[in-house]
Structures are given as structure tokens and as C-alpha cells.
């Protein structure tokens, strides 16, 4: 029973290395596209923020909102009650500002940010899996295909200037 329990629990670590490779390569890809400096970072867990980041323009500040997990759970040990609804409200915070990354990102590629209505899958709990796999699906195909090209190249400065496009509803 134990080298069965071994068994699974390799073949489960060793396709989410599998899945980790495929999408730091497709995020590869997408900063190679977008001329972002140290498309190689794509590979490295925190520092894939940086060029992340510069590819769909927004400040290098943005890497806090990585924080907000770390606080609410610190938050929970410290004040119990009144620290489950802070991390409850943080929780929430940090799906919106990952939702608005993944509108910059799709809209950076010229993709229809209509596939964000994809993430209410998230929500049911048999879709929830088809969810992710759509999600992987539609970054390998912003990487890896040829014909998804960066849409910004031609605004005025370096690929990465914070600059407020007029049709984002989202910036904050």
C-alpha cells in the first residue's frame, strides 16, 4: 500500500512538473513576442513577475499584490475571527487584480478578453478542472502560435513603459 501511495504521489509530482514546463515555456514564448527583457525568468517561480510584468505594462509595484496571500494567512493566526474575513477580503482582492493581469495579458496579444468568461468554470466544481485545462490550452496558443503576434510594438518608448491606454476600464 505505502509503494502504491509512493507511486501516485510521483506520477502527481511528476506531471505537475510537466505542467510547469509547458506553461514557463508558453511564457517564454509570450515575452520573446514581446521583446521583454529576460524572457528567460519565464522559468523561475517569483522572478517570472519581472518581464511578466513589462509585457503587459504595468509597474514593477505590482509584485506586492504577491504578498496578499502571505498577509491574510499571517492575519488568520494573529486575530482569528476578525482575520478569516481579512483573509476572505483579500482573497477576493487578489482574484480581481489576477483576473485584470490576465485581461492585460490577453488584450497585450490582440486576444478577445472574451475567454474571461471562461473562469466562471472555476466556480463549478466538476468544470473546474476542464477550467484549468482551457486555461493551459489558451497560453500555450498565445505562446506558441506564430500568427498571435504583440500588439504594442508601436507605442512611443521602451516595450515596457507605463503608459494608460484610453481603452482600459481596468486601470488602476
Known amino acids: 500500500m505505502t509503494g502504491m501511495f509512493y507511486g501516485f504521489l510521483s506520477g502527481l509530482l511528476g506531471f505537475g512538473l510537466l505542467m ?3 506553461i ?5 514564448c509570450m515575452f520573446r513576442k514581446a521583446h521583454a527583457p529576460l524572457p528567460w525568468l519565464a ?3 517569483i522572478l517570472q513577475a519581472y518581464p511578466f510584468f513589462r509585457t503587459i505594462r504595468v509597474s514593477q509595484l505590482n509584485f506586492l499584490w504577491y504578498l496578499l496571500p502571505a498577509f491574510s494567512a499571517m492575519s488568520v493566526l494573529a ?3 476578525v482575520g478569516a474575513v481579512l483573509s476572505a477580503v483579500a482573497t477576493v482582492i487578489y482574484i480581481i487584480v489576477a483576473i485584470r493581469w490576465l485581461y492585460l495579458l490577453l488584450k497585450s496579444f490582440g486576444v478577445s478578453p472574451v475567454y474571461l ?8 466544481p466538476g468544470l473546474s ?22 500588439r504594442y510594438p508601436d507605442w512611443p518608448g521602451p ?14
Open 20 to 22: 510547469y514546463l509547458l
Open 159 to 172: 516595450p515596457y513603459h507605463n503608459r494608460r491606454d484610453p481603452d482600459d476600464q481596468f486601470w488602476f
Open 24 to 28: 514557463a515555456t508558453a511564457f517564454f
Open 117 to 124: 468568461f471562461g473562469l466562471f468554470g472555476l466556480l463549478i
Open 129 to 150: 478542472f476542464l477550467t484549468d485545462v482551457g486555461l493551459v490550452v489558451l497560453l500555450c496558443i498565445m505562446g506558441f502560435h506564430p500568427n498571435i503576434r504583440y
Open 43 to 45: 522559468y523561475v517561480p
Open 79 to 81: 486575530f482569528h475571527i
